[in-house]
């Protein structure tokens, strides 16, 4: 299923925050992707404002909060419409959680294909043939 990276630079330091990022970008998952948040991984990581560049300029200059956030997904499992909304919605709650973005801050449905992905040892294409009768 789904694992998801997020990586962020924000100068608004509160405690809490990567749990934060974690449960809402799993709860959209969920959400807009129907993907399901107990197969569901996601990694967070922070980095230095000041080392995050957008136009030349860091975010620290700029007074912004920036992220990119990689989802991958099985290949065919989402439509565009459900994606579209995905990102829509992981910005604008981004946006709530770290404060004002920088429009270059980036969401990435990644659509692998289902038999070079997969979990526990298996593929997701093995996984869809074994629940098929």
Request: hydrophobic share 45%; charged share 20%; glycine share 8%.
């Amino acid at each position: 299923m789904p694992m998801i990276q997020i990586k962020y630079a924000t100068a608004a330091a509160a405690a809490g925050l990567d749990a934060a990022l974690a449960a809402r970008a799993s709860h959209l998952a969920q959400q807009r992707l129907g993907k399901d948040p107990a197969l569901t991984a996601v990694l967070v990581e922070r980095a230095d404002p000041a080392h995050w560049f957008c136009a030349g300029r860091s975010l620290a200059e700029a007074g912004l909060s920036g992220f990119w956030l990689d989802i991958r997904v099985t290949e065919g499992t989402n439509t565009k419409d459900e994606k579209a909304a995905f990102i829509a919605e992981t910005f604008a709650a981004f946006g709530d959680i770290l404060g004002p973005l920088h429009a270059e801050s980036y969401v990435h449905v990644v659509e692998a294909r289902g038999d070079a992905y997969g979990y526990a040892g298996l593929t997701q294409e093995r996984r869809y043939i074994a629940a098929r009768p």
